[in-house]
């Protein structure tokens, strides 16, 4: 089993940054992408970035790209998202996932992975 535990989450004006991370438990992630996904109010969960488990090779969606990046400690079994200029579009909850892949792809499909955070509240306001 894995656990994730997201945190970084908070409120901040358009045009800010945050940066939320994704801490695993229970086994090591060096042969498991992570990704973020988020969720808006009355929308569907939604791919946000992903990374690989070892070439580092990254994904991101086209909303996002050029405003976030995502890494990933491998010495810590952590995964990190920067997320700078904010827009009021972000305002969702984001959730850390991990999917098994041996072959260093990033799945953008929510049911390829197996194991999922709670979720950490991003409200960004105008």
């Known amino acids: 089993q894995v656990q994730l535990v997201e945190s970084g989450g908070g409120s901040v004006q358009a045009g800010g940054s945050l940066r939320l991370s994704c801490a695993a438990s229970g086994r090591t992630l060096s042969a498991y992408a992570l990704a973020w996904f988020r969720q808006a109010p009355g929308k569907e969960r939604e791919f946000v970035a992903g990374?690989?488990?070892?070439?580092?090779?990254?994904a991101h969606a086209e909303s996002v790209k050029g405003r976030f990046t995502i890494s990933r400690d491998t010495t810590k079994n952590a995964a990190h998202l920067q997320m700078n200029s904010l827009e009021p579009e972000d305002t969702a909850v984001y959730f850390c996932?991990?999917?098994?892949?041996?072959?260093?792809?990033?799945?953008?499909?929510?049911?390829?992975?197996?194991?999922w955070g709670q979720g950490t509240q991003v409200s960004v306001s105008a």
């Open positions: 996932a991990s999917a098994y892949s041996p072959f260093n792809a990033i799945p953008r499909v929510e049911g390829a992975y197996a194991y």
């Open positions: 990374i690989s488990r070892s070439d580092g090779s990254t």
